[in-house]
């Protein structure tokens, strides 16, 4: 009976350690993809960081016709890799494995969104997201692209863009500026209609308030110094008008002169 019993504890462990090494096998093909998604998006945020270096002897849609479009060229790679990483983590145990791709996953929202912003001037959506990266949509499908990382990827396109604004001024761009700050003004306001219970997108929905107070004081600094013409004018502060002296009217007396 006791061999039995250590025979059959043999095997249970055995199994474990089975499992453990068929769990250490798919983590490690997973950090190789993961490498490589790594990798292209350092590249896509290579080029995409040149937008802060177009000067004003330079056309605005370069960054559209020359930086955008090599950034989409290096996005088909990254549905090629995503597809291989599909295949590797079986859909029940996307969560299992999640934390070796979300910071990149993240990342790469936050470049898909930069580079339709400057395309289409527009917020992208979960949906629009996911067809670049190759992913699912929804949880349901598969292998998808979780919402909390879609978020948290936005965030992050507020501190470009206000970084952008700044720059862009400085390159002699000034109509930037209003631009940036009705978008992230909106991307704000939508943030504020979601009741953020995370601790995550909670800090850096504080750190988007900042953006957009950045933004705003670049925008007055243009409009009091008339390089961009307001929407709303300007107040200038009141000016305490100095009482003016009356001079008085009454006639003061004569005096006359001794008669000797």
């Known amino acids: 009976m006791d061999d039995t019993m250590s025979s059959t504890i043999t095997e ?9 090494n068929n769990e250490q096998e798919v983590r490690e093909q997973i950090r190789v993809i993961v490498k490589n998604i790594e990798k292209s998006s350092r590249d896509i945020l290579m080029i ?37 990483l599909a295949k590797i983590v079986p859909s029940y145990q996307y969560y299992r494995y999640h934390d070796q791709w979300r910071f990149i996953t993240q990342r ?6 930069l580079v339709i912003y400057f395309e289409v001037n527009l917020l992208v959506d979960k949906k629009t997201v996911a067809e670049i990266l190759g992913v699912k949509n929804n949880k349901e499908d598969g292998f998808h692209l979780d ?16 970084r952008f604004a700044v720059n862009s001024v400085t390159n002699g761009h000034y109509h930037w500026p209003m631009q940036i700050a009705t978008f992230v003004n909106n991307l ?20 988007l308030k900042y953006d957009v107070k950045k933004i705003e004081e670049v925008v ?31 006639e003061l007396p004569i005096e006359e002169a001794p008669t000797e």
């Open 12 to 20: 249970m462990f055995n199994s474990f350690q089975d499992s453990l």
């Open 48 to 84: 995409m960081q040149n937008i802060h270096t177009v000067d004003q002897t330079m056309e605005d849609n370069i960054i559209v016709s020359k930086y955008c479009f090599k950034a989409r060229e290096i996005f088909g790679e990254v549905r090629i890799q995503y597809a291989s």
């Open 108 to 113: 790469l929202c936050f470049l898909v969104a």
């Open 147 to 162: 919402l909390e990382d879609f978020l948290l990827g936005l965030l992050q396109l507020s501190a470009e863009l206000s």
């Open 188 to 207: 704000n306001a939508g943030f504020r209609l979601l009741n953020l219970k995370n601790d995550i997108l909670r800090k850096r929905f504080d750190a």
């Open 220 to 250: 007055y600094d243009l409009c009091i110094r008339g390089l961009i013409s307001s929407a709303r004018p300007i107040e200038e502060p009141p000016t305490e008008e100095l009482p003016i002296e009356k001079a008085s009217t009454e």
